[in-house]
């Protein structure tokens, strides 16, 4: 039998026998939401994210890439023509299994994926060339120590790339989600179950995060570790894209 706990308690992929018979496994914050991840306005703002990171890949298909924290491949998945391979690593598996359901769906030969969570630990000899993230850093509690262990196994002269929001007030009132009508009623539902989890998304399934992330203090730290240079703005504003909130991305990015 097996029983699936919350994270914050102990570890992810954390296996536990009891009396030899029940097993506990760790699981994600994000697993229940995998499978609604992927509404109208998460693919639209990937397909953003995307564009804006593409800006910054320099001989791309030379170049290894991470996409930490994949979720869904959203905006990984759009880069994949840009560079010689994307390894797709997240800690929520049901996120990574559509991940990987969508790489094999397109056959593509240069992705693959890898449960795991650098927070815990980094697998032994793992080497990139570029480091994206895209919404995940503000959801790492310790996220200066967490930088600077990323930032070893980045190669020389490689590119470290964080998108994430800009710091909302906490006290800010959510917004009513807004439900689209459609003619077909099954489309309706399942479009005001996205929503759903949407605000589940938004809302207070996560136990501790950031109401994002400050850009000066994100760029002090990175200062600190060995990059030659390092950048960032803000280059999208969005409607209820962060916690039902509207609010702003911005990109960072660094080399070494
Ligand atoms: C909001 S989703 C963003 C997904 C994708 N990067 C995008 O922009 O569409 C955040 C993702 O980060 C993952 N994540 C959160 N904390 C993580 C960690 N410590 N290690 C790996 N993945 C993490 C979650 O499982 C989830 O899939």
Not at 135 to 159: C, K, T
Not at 226 to 253: C, M, Q, V, W
């Amino acid at each position: 039998m097996e029983i699936l706990i919350p994270r914050g308690f102990l570890p992810i992929g954390t296996k536990l026998v009891i009396l030899g018979y029940f097993e506990v496994e760790m699981m994600s914050e994000f697993d229940p939401l995998a499978e609604g991840f992927d509404t109208e306005i998460q693919i639209e703002t990937g397909k953003i994210i995307s564009a804006a990171i593409r800006e910054y890949i320099i001989d791309g298909k030379e170049k290894t890439a991470i996409d930490y924290g994949c979720g869904t491949g959203l905006v990984g998945l759009e880069l994949l023509d840009a560079f010689k391979s994307i390894l797709f690593v997240d800690s929520s598996i049901n996120m990574l299994e559509i991940t990987k359901k969508k790489i094999e769906a397109i056959d593509a030969d240069n992705a693959d994926t890898l449960f795991a969570d650098f927070v815990d630990e980094i697998p032994e000899g793992l080497k990139t060339d570029c480091l994206f993230m895209s919404r995940v850093l503000h959801h790492v509690i310790e996220y200066e120590p967490f930088l600077a262990q990323i930032s070893e196994i980045i190669n020389p002269a490689g590119h470290l790339i964080i998108v994430d929001f800009d710091e909302i007030d906490e006290d800010m009132p959510e917004q009513e989600a807004e439900i689209q009508t459609s003619p077909d009623s099954a489309n309706a539902h399942q479009q005001s179950e996205h929503h759903k989890h949407n605000d589940q998304h938004g809302g207070d399934i996560f136990h501790d995060m950031h109401m994002g992330l400050d850009q000066t203090i994100l760029l002090q730290i990175i200062n600190k570790l060995p990059f030659a240079k390092a950048e960032s703005k803000t280059f999208y504003h969005g409607k209820k894209i962060f916690r039902n909130r509207d609010a702003s991305l911005f990109i960072l990015h660094a080399q070494k």
